[in-house]
């Protein structure tokens, strides 16, 4: 049968009595359940752990963020938190290997890094390990230097001295550290940083008494996500925390067990049937039919607030005239703003992409005889720093002159005829951010730039485990209007700290040896100087410094599916003697 008049274009057969008309397809995208629950346990200690499972990879990241850094480092033993970083490494616990070695024979990814406000600790393994982790998290709030010994700090020291040196004489970082100190005046906690000499002058005692001040469980947050179930989360904090992290009064006898969800007859002897809970020791009663359960509950009580430290007076009025590893003469300069961690943060964060896109737009006529220029905005507790830097091509340019070029640019970011463009930038940089949050959020795996890195820092000083949504949600509320009042109250010229860093000696830059960042060091860099001399290198130099592998003890067997498999003992592979 024909189809009536109103369906003329789209025809329709019937067969016996059924449409032959295709089923119109379901435009529904078919994309698997997929949603993120945190949970926070605020322990009446003051630390603050964070579980977030994950079950889309086999693996767990955990991130610890201790509330202190460089800032709180003593007068003339500058450097001593990033000391301490090191020193947690070095400890030994028991028959246990020293601590790095731990975590490297766990096939592991991890770091540490040291800020002006806090020292951080991430580790990224497979999710079999993740008790281990925690045990270690527990350990450094206990035990942090157990076994570490003088004569070690002193070796620690030379490793130390090593990474400063590729940081800040064979980096651009120098640039940023030089500018701290011109931004903020001698008395702020950013002003200072680490030396040489202040490495010679930290020994053991001072490591020992940084971590016994400062490595406290009210001074830590811990953030772990990855592969387990919500169920287990508490029970793996019981079992490989020390309980005096937990509650003060916590004992052995105030645990008990209960049967994983889905076992239904659960054997004493297997441990893989059970789940430790524990009771409340404040309300504990030994020999009672029944007692309260310790659950502790987010408080999600800020380590911050809204006020905030005023923000403090320019460090140096002169410009000041720094010697650096970089390619060409830098002009930098910095700002001192209001503390970040608060519900402005996003606001200080785009005052720099739009105080970037008037310094490009400003000098745009200097064409090739300028390089690379940009701003950006460095957060922080006490304050933030607006970092801004020009690089001269043309040597011929009077670096002062650019410096004082380039603070003229920043009038139009309050200016009402230029307001208006920004709006276009703004709306670019919203949409940027997005797009970053949202590849931050399915990085789980990862020791730096992935989820966790952005969530921990976050929930320690607000209590909100929810940066991500936190920050889509009060991005769209970004006005230009109220980063041009901001300007004009902050980017003043008399507020604008000025260092000028010209390149370092050809013959001080180490452009190639094993442990070099120089900025411009590539195959094509024939001018620069080379640290590796390898006139004197020969074929028995070379086999010398060979270990051979003990064959003996290889082993070599195949799998039911034909694979070949060939295992040799860890430590006997082939290595390079220093």
Same mark, same amino acid.
């Given at each position: 049968?024909?189809?009536?008049?109103?369906?003329?274009?789209?025809?329709?057969?019937?067969?016996?009595?059924?449409?032959?008309?295709?089923?119109?397809?379901?435009?529904?995208i078919n994309?698997?359940?997929?949603?993120?629950?945190?949970q926070?346990?605020?322990?009446p200690?003051?630390?603050?752990?964070?579980?977030?499972?994950?079950?889309?990879?086999?693996i767990?990241?955990?991130?610890?963020?201790?509330?202190?850094?460089?800032?709180?480092?003593?007068?003339?033993?500058?450097?001593?938190?990033?000391?301490?970083?090191h020193?947690?490494?070095?400890?030994?616990?028991?028959?246990?290997?020293?601590i790095m070695?731990?975590?490297?024979?766990?096939?592991?990814?991890?770091?540490?890094?040291?800020r002006?406000?806090?020292?951080?600790?991430?580790?990224?393994?497979?999710?079999?390990?993740?008790?281990?982790?925690?045990?270690?998290?527990?350990?450094?709030?206990?035990?942090?230097y157990?076994?570490?010994?003088?004569?070690?700090?002193?070796?620690?020291?030379?490793?130390?001295?090593?990474?400063?040196?590729?940081?800040?004489?064979?980096s651009?970082a120098?640039l940023?550290?030089?500018?701290?100190?011109?931004?903020?005046?001698?008395d702020?906690?950013?002003?200072?940083?680490?030396?040489?000499?202040?490495?010679?002058?930290?020994?053991?005692?001072?490591?020992?008494?940084?971590?016994d001040?400062?490595?406290?469980?009210?001074?830590?947050?811990?953030?772990?996500?990855?592969?387990f179930?919500?169920?287990?989360?508490?029970?793996?904090?019981?079992?490989?925390?020390?309980?005096?992290?937990?509650?003060?009064?916590?004992?052995?006898?105030?645990?008990?067990?209960?049967?994983?969800?889905?076992?239904?007859?659960?054997?004493?002897?297997?441990?893989?049937?059970?789940?430790?809970?524990?009771?409340?020791?404040?309300?504990?009663?030994?020999?009672?039919?029944?007692?309260?359960?310790?659950?502790?509950?987010?408080?999600r009580s800020?380590?911050?607030?809204?006020?905030?430290?005023?923000?403090?007076p320019?460090?140096?009025?002169?410009?000041?005239?720094?010697e650096?590893?970089?390619?060409?003469?830098?002009?930098?300069?910095?700002?001192?703003?209001?503390g970040?961690?608060r519900?402005?943060?996003?606001?200080?964060?785009?005052?720099?992409?739009?105080?970037?896109?008037?310094?490009?737009?400003?000098?745009?006529?200097?064409?090739?005889?300028?390089?690379?220029?940009?701003?950006?905005?460095?957060?922080?507790?006490?304050?933030?720093?607006?970092?801004?830097?020009?690089?001269?091509?043309?040597?011929?340019?009077?670096?002062?002159?650019?410096?004082?070029?380039?603070?003229?640019?920043?009038?139009?970011?309050?200016?009402p005829?230029?307001?208006q463009?920004?709006?276009?930038?703004?709306?670019?940089?919203?949409? @940027?951010?997005?797009?970053?949050? /949202?590849?931050?959020?399915?990085? =789980?795996?990862?020791?730096?730039? #992935?989820? %966790?890195?952005? $969530?921990?820092?976050?929930?320690?000083?607000t209590?909100?485990?929810?940066?991500?949504?936190?920050?889509?949600?009060r991005?769209?509320?970004?006005?230009?209007?109220?980063?041009?009042?901001?300007?004009?109250?902050?980017?003043?010229?008399?507020?604008?700290?000025?260092?000028?860093?010209?390149?370092?000696?050809?013959?001080?830059?180490?452009t190639?040896?094993?442990?070099?960042?120089?900025?411009?060091a590539?195959?094509?860099?024939?001018?620069?100087?080379?640290?590796?001399?390898?006139?004197?290198?020969?074929?028995?130099?070379?086999?010398?410094?060979?270990?051979?592998?003990?064959?003996d @003890?290889?082993?070599?067997?195949? /799998?039911?599916?034909?694979?070949? =498999?060939?295992?040799?003992?860890? #430590?006997? %592979?082939?290595? $390079?003697?220093a």
């Open positions: 049968a024909a189809a009536s008049a109103a369906d003329d274009e789209l025809e329709v057969v019937t067969v016996e009595g059924k449409s032959a008309r295709p089923v119109k397809p379901s435009l529904r994309v698997p359940d997929y949603a993120l629950s945190t926070v346990y605020d322990f200690t003051g630390l603050r752990i964070m579980m977030q499972p994950d079950n889309s990879h086999p767990v990241t955990v991130f610890s963020v201790v509330n202190h850094g460089a800032k709180d480092d003593p007068k003339g033993k500058e450097g001593t938190a990033h000391f301490v970083e020193t947690w490494f070095r400890s030994v616990h028991g028959e246990l290997p020293p070695q731990v975590v490297q024979d766990l096939g592991s990814l991890f770091n540490a890094t040291t002006p406000d806090w020292t951080d600790y991430r580790t990224v393994t497979s999710a079999e390990y993740l008790p281990i982790l925690l045990r270690l998290e527990s350990l450094r709030l206990t035990e942090p157990k076994g570490v010994t003088e004569d070690q700090i002193e070796t620690e020291r030379e490793v130390i001295r090593n990474e400063w040196r590729r940081r800040n004489e064979q651009y120098l940023f550290d030089y500018l701290y100190t011109v931004v903020y005046p001698e702020h906690p950013y002003h200072a940083s680490s030396t040489h000499d202040s490495l010679d002058n930290i020994h053991l005692a001072d490591l020992q008494k940084y971590f001040d400062y490595y406290k469980a009210e001074n830590t947050t811990t953030f772990v996500v990855g592969d179930e919500p169920w287990e989360s508490l029970s793996l904090v019981f079992e490989n925390y020390d309980l005096k992290l937990l509650h003060p009064d916590l004992e052995e006898k105030h645990l008990f067990q209960y049967p994983k969800p889905g076992v239904k007859s659960p054997d004493r002897d297997n441990p893989d049937h059970w789940l430790t809970g524990a009771y409340n020791p404040d309300t504990y009663k030994e020999g009672a039919a029944r007692n309260e359960p310790f659950n502790p509950v987010p408080s800020p380590r911050i607030t809204e006020d905030r430290p005023d923000v403090p320019l460090g140096s009025a002169e410009v000041i005239y720094r650096g590893a970089l390619d060409r003469q830098t002009v930098a300069i910095g700002w001192s703003l209001p970040a961690y519900e402005d943060q996003l606001n200080l964060q785009f005052m720099g992409n739009i105080g970037s896109f008037a310094l490009n737009n400003g000098l745009y006529d200097y064409g090739k005889r300028l390089g690379d220029k940009g701003c950006f905005v460095q957060p922080g507790v006490l304050a933030s720093t607006m970092m801004c830097y020009v690089e001269i091509k043309d040597s011929s340019l009077d670096p002062e002159k650019i410096a004082e070029k380039a603070i003229d640019q920043f009038a139009t970011m309050w200016n005829d230029y307001v463009f920004f709006e276009m930038d703004i709306s670019k940089g919203r949409q @940027q951010m997005l797009a970053g949050t /949202l590849q931050s959020l399915d990085t =789980v795996a990862q020791h730096f730039g #992935g989820r %966790a890195e952005d $969530i921990t820092p976050y929930a320690h000083y209590g909100r485990a929810t940066a991500h949504s936190d920050r889509m949600n991005v769209s509320g970004i006005k230009a209007q109220v980063i041009a009042s901001m300007a004009n109250k902050y980017l003043q010229r008399d507020r604008a700290a000025i260092l000028v860093v010209d390149p370092l000696p050809k013959d001080e830059i180490d190639e040896g094993e442990h070099s960042s120089y900025h411009g590539n195959a094509s860099d024939e001018g620069q100087a080379q640290s590796n001399d390898l006139t004197n290198v020969t074929d028995e130099a070379i086999a010398s410094s060979y270990v051979k592998p003990d064959l @003890q290889l082993q070599q067997f195949k /799998l039911e599916n034909g694979m070949q =498999v060939i295992i040799l003992p860890h #430590g006997e %592979a082939p290595v $390079i003697e």
